[in-house]
């Protein structure tokens, strides 16, 4: 079945440290994007990629880097630059094809808590 | 770019009764519409969309009217069950690769 996953579900990172969120998609989307959802917050736009080799920052970038090598892949590395990472990332994708009406697929998310 | 208003939660209703959430929004060029459920502890999932003016995009239970003229893409729901408790999402949205945002989301809690 296609869909969209993340790993892992739960992440425990030291203060200081980079860690890495996978996101891998068999969907054959060309756009993906990375949220960070707080309490009361919503959902906050952090990268998103419209093909390979191209992403763009969104409202929350600083503290994260992406990489979009793979169609099927986009990984977000946290960065000790980020002052409170603590969160729940989502990432998700869209098909360019579908035109209007396009829906975006989600991953179940990753739990990452600074200890 | 595209922003979202959505009506503050948490929204605490018995089941059975009528349910409405908020969804306004302001957008450039003439966005798709989307509502969007989140369960505890998952991702997003699609509910409905609607694609143009007065269109009604309906799925279980749930309906919403793309407003054009009030810009407004309200969610409403006839009977809530204590299954439908979750977090719901408001999205306009243009076309793939462009920046997806969404409202800051309801919290719907249904006590039975």
């Known amino acids: 079945d296609g869909g969209i996953t993340q790993s892992p579900k739960y992440l425990f990172r030291k203060e200081g440290q980079n860690v890495t969120l996978s996101c891998e998609q068999n969907?054959?989307?060309?756009?993906m994007y990375w949220y960070r959802q707080d309490p009361g917050q919503g959902l906050r736009l952090i990268y998103y990629?419209?093909?390979?080799?191209?992403?763009q920052k969104g409202d929350i970038a600083e503290g994260y880097s992406v990489s979009r090598e793979k169609k099927e892949s986009f990984p977000l590395t946290v960065t000790s630059a980020q002052k409170n990472p603590t969160a729940f990332y989502l990432c998700?994708?869209?098909?360019?094809?579908?035109?209007?009406?396009?829906?975006?697929?989600f991953g179940q998310g990753t739990r990452l808590t600074v200890v | 770019g595209n922003s979202v208003t959505q009506m503050e939660g948490p929204v605490t209703l018995s089941e059975e009764a009528f349910l409405t959430i908020n969804c306004t929004y302001t957008a450039t060029g003439y966005p798709s519409l989307f509502w969007y459920v989140q369960y505890p502890g998952e991702g997003l999932q699609l509910l409905l969309k609607?694609?143009?003016?007065?269109d009604k995009g309906s799925n279980k239970g749930f309906e919403a009217t793309y407003r054009k003229e009030t810009t407004s893409f309200h969610l409403e729901k006839g009977s809530v069950q204590v299954s439908d408790s979750a977090v719901y999402f408001c999205a306009p949205s243009r076309q793939a690769g462009t920046a997806l945002i969404f409202g800051k989301g309801t919290t719907l809690s249904v006590s039975s």
């Open positions: 998700a994708s869209m098909g360019a094809a579908g035109g209007r009406g396009t829906e975006a697929f």
């Open positions: 990629s419209q093909i390979v080799n191209d992403f």
């Open positions: 969907l054959n989307h060309d756009a």
């Open positions: 609607a694609t143009k003016a007065d």
